[in-house]
């Protein structure tokens, strides 16, 4: 094994297109796990933490561009009000020292279906900078993932950051596992209101191969809200639309049996993280419509 | 490869490194240094925590090469790092004469133990470990006083939830936690107390 240990982001990408099976890491809470057991002996490691940029994050019009190594703590601490829902999924990583070093470009580059940040980001819209000796390109959220542990990214590429649209509407996050701290994903789920596109977006972790979108189940809820009139008129959800949101969810998931759990327990799951979320983000929703008459 | 980095304050310089290795393993097996101790070496049971630039981390899971140029504080150093940090706000009550002098000793002092324990004295929480019966077996303690250390530094005035948070990364099969709850609150009660 070689170790890599590019000074600049130049150097790393020179470093990969001359090395295209270099494993890089960052915060290394994926990569040496798996070197400690065996599990993978890669030719060459590249170390990413002497590369500055990728630590910092900048706050634009429209959207927050995180570096790729951003650790999960600095999201908590400073980008809670532009990223609630990735915030709030960030909080729900493992534990305080695996937050301090690991990040969002590590979720996306393990691409595991699992991580943690996946919904956040399918539901707020994002794009993943990646760049190579080549250039550099942006790669929808939604075609980033493309098979268990498998990401949209070329062997010469890595990821230099991930660009997320600053939320225009609440944002909620929710995640099943046996307790708060240290736990993988039994099943997690994501949302975001977008009242300026009159749109709601979802993101599913853990209960298909790859993150996924409830795209039916969107679509039915941003139809039924235009038809009630929801967006202006702020009136309570009728349970009915929440159940039938909640199934479209449920119906969304491909999800297996594992140790964590059953796929019939992921699906139901999903469905009350679904009507849950929704609940929440609407009351918030209503509550700034209505701010002087608070959460009715 | 080399490595170079500092651990508690002092220059060290680890050889023959692999380039797969975790800190965890230089600081133990190359340095001498068993506090931090290994079980679960993927980051879940907190057992190694070390402060790698003044942040907690799990030593297992980062890669030796990653400290090159970097300050690691481990347990052993948890007593001198605690005592620095008390002088350096005034509290301490130590004359910066006496610091000093201290100080020079730490640095001088070759025990053989490579860094561990130059002096005989704890740190305010390893105290409050002791005086509080939080340590049992003591496997997990380690990492639990690194852990807690840090949170006291950042939030001297912590409530339950805030101690539960922050030691949420480091098991204890032993205890039950209660008494390392009531550890944190005694180290936090005397620091705010000045004790």
């Known amino acids: ?296 | 490869m080399r490595v170079n980095f500092t651990v508690n304050g002092r220059p060290q310089e680890a050889d023959d490194v692999w380039e797969g290795e975790s800190l965890l393993y230089v600081l133990r097996e190359r340095l001498g240094l068993p506090g931090s101790k290994n079980a679960c070496e993927q980051g879940e049971c907190g057992s190694c925590t070390v402060r790698l630039d003044g942040v907690p981390v799990c030593s297992c899971l980062v890669a030796a090469g990653q400290v090159e140029g970097r300050e690691v504080v481990t347990v052993e150093g948890l007593a001198d790092y605690a005592r620095q940090r008390s002088c350096g706000t005034g509290a301490c009550g130590t004359s910066p004469d006496e610091a000093r002098r201290w100080q020079a000793k730490g640095t001088d002092s070759g025990t053989g133990q490579s860094g561990a324990f130059p002096h005989a004295t704890l740190s305010p929480i390893q105290q409050a470990f002791i005086d509080a019966g939080a340590v049992q077996c003591g496997f997990c303690t380690p990492g639990l006083l690194v852990a807690a250390d840090e949170m006291l530094e950042r939030n001297p005035n912590p409530t339950d939830a805030d101690i539960r948070e922050a030691l949420s990364g480091n098991l204890c099969r032993c205890t039950g936690y209660e008494k390392i709850m009531d550890a944190v609150r005694l180290a936090a009660a005397r620091q705010s107390e000045g004790v």
């Open chain 1, 1 to 296: 094994m070689d170790f890599l240990r590019p000074a600049s982001w130049e150097e790393a990408l020179a470093a990969k297109a001359e090395h295209p099976t270099a494993v890089p890491i960052a915060g290394g809470t994926d990569v040496m796990v798996e070197i400690n057991f065996d599990h993978r002996r890669p030719e060459y490691l590249m170390d990413l933490g002497r590369i500055g940029e990728l630590y910092e994050w900048e706050v634009g019009e429209d959207g927050v561009r995180l570096g790729a190594s951003v650790p999960y703590t600095k999201i908590m601490e400073n980008l809670r009000s532009e990223l609630p829902g990735l915030a709030l999924a960030s909080h729900t990583v493992a534990s305080p020292q695996i937050r301090n070093r690991g990040g969002v470009g590590g979720n996306l580059g393990t691409a595991s279906p699992a991580g943690d940040a996946h919904p956040a980001l399918l539901a707020a819209g994002a794009e993943v900078e990646a760049q190579s000796v080549r250039g550099s390109r942006r790669i929808p959220i939604d075609e980033f993932y493309t098979g268990v542990k498998r990401n949209a990214l070329a062997p010469d590429e890595l990821i230099r950051a991930v660009h997320i649209k600053k939320a225009d509407g609440p944002q909620q996050y929710s995640k099943v596992g046996t307790r708060n701290a240290m736990v993988i994903a039994v099943c997690a789920f994501g949302l975001a209101l977008h009242p300026e596109t009159r749109t709601v977006r979802t993101g599913i972790g853990s209960a298909a191969p790859t993150p996924v979108r409830a795209r039916a189940a969107e679509e039915f809820l941003n139809a039924a809200l235009e038809e009630g009139g929801f967006w202006d008129n702020g009136k309570i959800i009728t349970p009915s639309v929440a159940k039938q949101f909640a199934d479209l969810c449920s119906a969304a998931c491909n999800p297996i049996d594992d140790v964590r759990g059953t796929a019939s327990y992921r699906r139901h799951a999903v469905g009350v993280m679904a009507r849950r979320t929704l609940t929440w983000t609407w009351e918030s929703y209503r509550g700034t419509r209505h701010a002087s008459e608070g959460a009715a």
